[in-house]
């Protein structure tokens, strides 16, 4: 996550550390940045997609309790 976060254009980046780290709304994110409420709808959903994309091609690694399809039914 860390890395595709990193690898965003400087603008996505921003906005979406403002909102998910920071915990901003739309409309303070577009006021500290001084961008339009859409510019900021815009990037937000850029960033999103390419660290989406950038997830789905990271391998993963097999988690605590292992594969979902070896547990039994309750």
Known sequence: M????AALPERERSVF???AVDGL???AIAER???SLAEVERL???ALLVIDRHLDDAPHAPG???SRS???PM
Do not use: F, Q
Request: a positive charge; proline letters at 9%; zero cysteines.
């Open 2 to 5: 860390r890395r595709a976060v």
């Open 25 to 27: 709304d739309y409309p």
């Open 70 to 72: 070896s547990r039994k």
């Open 17 to 19: 550390w403002l909102s």
């Open 44 to 46: 937000l959903a850029a």
């Open 33 to 35: 940045l001084g961008i």
């Open 64 to 66: 605590p309790v292992g």
